[in-house]
């Protein structure tokens, strides 16, 4: 589905509707929702004001309920659903503030300027290696490996630091 400046791609794998949200913006992102039972569990976040707005609109027309926003070491674009939970590791939570992400948020502020958001989100709940279960999917979060998904028996789809995401084949 073509939208204004991204496109998503969907594809229904067991019980699950994976959307694929690539932004087309200057830093090439993607984000990633899950979608099972009327739930969303959505995992990163667009880093610029036009995607977001593009992406939150999308989210809307799914008419479904956000149960929460995975987060990795990509914690710039904060205003992103601004009234969802926010989930991350402590780790990635502290890169964000004080470390390399802090500099890459600073440097693209400085490139981007105003449509990139630096705002860096305030976590909701913090999450550690084990389980979680968002939008009724069983995630595992395993420090430096992958998020997996048995019910959904779908491949890693992004390597993050702090935990990695992605659903298991």
Avoid: W
Avoid at 7 to 12: R, S
């Amino acid at each position: 589905m073509n939208l204004n400046k991204g496109y998503v791609l969907v594809y229904d794998i067991n019980n699950i509707k994976l959307h694929n949200y690539n932004t087309n913006d200057a830093i090439v992102d993607q984000v990633i929702i899950l979608e099972k039972n009327n739930k969303l569990a959505i995992i990163e976040s667009p880093a610029f004001y036009d995607n977001k707005k593009e992406l939150e609109q999308y989210i809307n027309l799914l008419n479904a309920k956000i149960d929460g926003v995975l987060l990795s070491y990509h914690m710039g674009g904060g205003t992103f659903l601004k009234n969802s939970k926010k989930y991350a590791t402590h780790k990635a939570d502290e890169y964000g503030y004080h470390s390399g992400e802090k500099d890459l948020i600073d440097n693209f502020t400085k490139v981007f300027r105003t449509p990139f958001d630096k705002n860096i989100y305030k976590i909701t709940d913090y999450i550690a290696e084990g389980s979680i279960t968002l939008a009724d999917i069983k995630l595992n979060i395993i420090p430096i490996m992958p998020i997996e998904c048995p019910e959904g028996k779908l491949y890693p789809f992004s390597l993050i630091r702090g935990f990695s995401v992605g659903l298991g084949l």
